[in-house]
């Protein structure tokens, strides 16, 4: 099993920045990749990045020059955000998946409110 706490949502005004932190505990050993998901009001949660253990990132086209995921070696995944728009706007979840059981672990999400 693996822990996720999500830390680092709040309400800034467009054109703001905020940092998403994730801490992961328990079977850390087992995780291969880490990500952000976000859901907004009546939409799907989708993928906004993704980092691997070796550090290969990927963004959705809506984030790219603005958001960076990055992580540290005690397993803490962050999402630095800056030029928050409206729709930003979401539930961010964090995401990791782990080779042992091929599982998929989620945190419980944090709020991100961006003002126009």
Known sequence: QVQLVESGGGLVQAGGSLRLSCAASGRIDSINVMAWYRQGPAKQRALVASITNFGI???????KGRFTISRDNANTVYLQMNSLKPEDTAVYYCYAHTVRG?????G????????S
């Not at 419980?108 to 003002?115: D, L």
């Open 108 to 115: 419980q999400g944090t709020q991100v409110t961006i003002s």
């Open 57 to 63: 990132t990927n963004y959705k086209d809506s984030v």
């Open 102 to 106: 091929d599982s998929d672990f989620w």
